[in-house]
């Protein structure tokens, strides 16, 4: 009985401490430091609000998040939030999703416009992209490594 009770007090603990962070298009060179520093923790959200985020360039989204409580990228309201224009969307971690968001008329910087990959060999596991729509450029590409 015992432990179950610090089970469930750890458990509870976990969720008490995920956290929304909500970004809009003038917000992107902080949205951008915040998805890349790892410092994301299991259950936080990074959500867009409604607009155009145009030429994101290259962004990391990176972490770990855990089984029931990843982290989550998405739209405020689904495919509301655009990205459009030059991108290079670099997926590496566990357990990270992309949620909601509408990629149009977006193209690759370099190969691959959304790269399932660190640098060396960093790889992603268990991160689907869920409700998400790609109306890419025509010479847009996506790497599952």
């Known amino acids: 009985m015992k432990k179950l009770c610090v089970l469930l007090l750890l458990t509870v603990s976990l969720f008490a401490n995920a ?16 998805l890349g520093s790892g410092n994301l923790q299991p ?10 985020y145009h030429n994101l360039e290259e962004i990391h989204f990176t972490g770990k998040g855990v ?5 989550v ?7 509301k939030a ?3 224009g030059k991108l290079r969307l670099k997926i590496y971690g ?8 509408l990629f149009y008329k977006a193209w690759a910087i370099g190969h691959d416009m959304i790269d399932f990959q660190g640098e ?20 847009a ?3 599952y490594a």
Not at 19 to 34: G, H, I, N, R
Not at 67 to 71: N, Q, T
């Open 19 to 34: 956290k929304e962070y909500t970004f809009s298009p003038k917000d992107v060179p902080a949205m951008k430091q915040l």
């Open 43 to 52: 259950g936080d959200a990074v959500v867009l609000k409604d607009g155009a």
């Open 67 to 71: 089984s029931g409580k990843p982290i």
């Open 73 to 79: 990228w998405r739209a405020e309201n689904p495919g």
């Open 82 to 84: 655009v990205i459009s």
């Open 94 to 101: 566990e357990y990270l999703q992309l949620e909601d968001l």
């Open 120 to 139: 060396k060999g960093v790889y992603a596991s268990f991160c689907p992209v869920s409700y998400t729509h790609l109306r890419a450029h025509r010479h």
């Open 141 to 143: 590409q996506i790497s």
